[in-house]
């Protein structure tokens, strides 16, 4: 007869570690369940504890289905031979708990949201708090893998709110906004595709609190938050230098925190605060980048074609990583933060495009390229609306579904106009005249967009950061 998973609670609640029962005695075929797996527990024979694991995992599937044997299978192989009580617990408080808030949120449980190894008992140490922004908190932790290798990944716990202002414009359901789902969403278009410039995304948990776990991305942002000091020599030349006279600094250490606030917004930056009677300031600088590199031209249209496909439009020089090599060059280019995507009303690429109204001046994309090259055009040319629904049913609603297609129906439009004009290039040509003159255009051209928008920092705070 099968065991139920209340047994197994029963064995959870025991300290199983201070029992000195024999063992053998225990397994010999006339105990009760209760007494065979306190036996297997504390040392008898490894072919029944692995009868007691087999047991675990069918009485967890029968309660909880195909998530209760995820959590299992997720755990080091070296606990699933020595089953305890304290694996027992941790296994059943996480499976229930994951599967009410799947339940909740509203998320299918299926083979593209299923729970991977990145499990808190899979970490290899504590989690890092890497920053909060407005709705949530994001950790960085290091999962052991199948095989002993360790494997960086960033938390971000899943939320019923939090959808943004991209979200809200291109009708994604701010109530439920389910931003995992469109992260993994992204990824799986992304491997179909073969581009590599979205890392590795699946769910996870950290603290009991189910969540998106996305592979760390190699290399740096190009633009990114910093704190210095407001010298004479570092801001002269720029917007801040006023903040370095020392008469505008005498009236800053008058001020409230309020106040102080209300500058460094006016300055555009994150934080004005004294430290002591040194002014620092924190807020964006430039990360330097030549961006005449080909691969990394090549790889930011790539990006850009992606987002078009997604309906990606909070895509900004802050949320994607530029990896190089030990010469400088680039080597690649990876998004993250892919969550303000596949809204159901966006049916035009071109409509993630930032201009300075009402209804875009949120949006951080730009129209399709001027220019592409051959992979990334036999990568389209392969991928059919079929394949969309393959790819996403089970991710995705489907009107967003929809809203895809009609997104690379239009992608594949483009891509034919710039087949006729002769604006396909060969994957080696990105540093070429042809490529430079089509890449000028901010407004089509995350390379001109970025660039315009890195010189603008480095002249608004005169800082570096290499």
């Excluded at 024999?22 to 009760?32: A, E, I, R, T």
């Excluded at 939320?159 to 202002?165: D, M, T």
């Excluded at 890392?199 to 969540?211: D, I, K, R, V, W």
Aim: proline share 4%.
């Amino acid at each position: 007869m099968p065991i139920g998973i209340d047994t197994f609670r029963s064995i959870s609640s025991l300290d199983l570690g201070r029992l000195k029962t024999d063992g053998d005695k225990l397994v010999s075929g006339k105990q009760s369940f209760l007494g065979r797996a306190i036996g297997i527990i504390t040392g008898a024979r490894q072919q029944e504890n692995k009868a007691i694991y087999d047991s675990f995992k069918q009485a967890l599937t029968d309660k909880y289905g195909d998530i209760g044997k995820d959590v299992l299978s997720s755990i080091k192989p070296g606990d699933r031979t020595r089953l305890s009580s304290a694996t027992i617990k941790q296994v059943l408080v996480t499976t229930e708990s994951l599967k009410h808030q799947y339940q909740s949120l509203g998320i299918p449980y299926n083979e593209k949201t299923r729970i991977g190894r990145c499990l808190d008992h899979n970490l290899t140490g504590p989690m890092k708090k890497l920053g909060s922004g407005a709705f949530n908190t994001v950790y960085l932790g290091k999962y052991k893998h199948p095989g002993g290798k360790v494997i960086g990944g960033v938390f971000k716990k899943e939320v019923a709110g939090g959808g943004g202002w991209v979200a809200s414009m291109t009708g994604i359901n701010m109530k439920n906004p389910q931003l995992g789902m469109r992260n993994i969403a992204t990824y799986q278009l992304n491997k179909m595709l073969g581009f590599n410039v979205i890392p590795s995304t699946e769910f996870g948990a950290h603290g009991g609190e189910l969540g998106v776990v996305m592979g760390l991305a190699p290399g740096t942002s190009p633009s990114k938050s910093h704190t210095f000091e407001i010298t004479s020599e570092r801001v002269k030349n720029t917007r801040l230098a006023r903040l370095a006279e020392p008469k505008f600094q005498a009236q800053l250490m008058k001020m409230t925190p309020g106040e102080l606030k209300g500058n460094a917004e006016y300055f555009g930056l994150e934080e004005l605060r004294f430290d002591g009677k040194r002014l620092i300031a924190k807020g964006d600088v430039q990360v330097k980048l030549d961006f005449k590199d080909p691969t990394l031209r090549k790889e930011l249209n790539k990006l850009q074609w992606m987002d078009a496909l997604c309906g990606q439009g909070d895509r900004h020089c802050g949320n994607y990583f530029v990896e190089r090599g030990a010469n400088g060059h680039v080597t690649r280019v990876t998004g993250i933060d892919n969550d303000q995507s596949f809204g159901e009303a966006l049916h035009d690429p071109n409509g993630i495009m930032y201009k300075p109204d009402f209804l875009h001046n949120g949006f951080r994309g730009c129209h399709m390229p001027t220019i592409i090259d051959r992979e990334t055009v036999e990568a389209f040319k392969l991928l059919t609306p079929e394949k969309i629904e393959e790819t996403l049913t089970g991710l995705l609603t489907g009107d967003e579904i929809s809203a895809c297609k009609d997104r690379l129906q239009a992608i594949k439009v483009q891509i034919g106009t710039l087949e006729t004009n002769g604006k396909v290039i060969n994957p080696d040509q990105w540093g070429g005249e042809l490529a430079t003159q089509s890449l000028l255009d901010k407004d089509s051209s995350y390379v001109a967009r970025d660039n315009k928008r890195i010189n603008h920092l480095l002249f608004e705070y005169g800082e570096v950061v290499k």
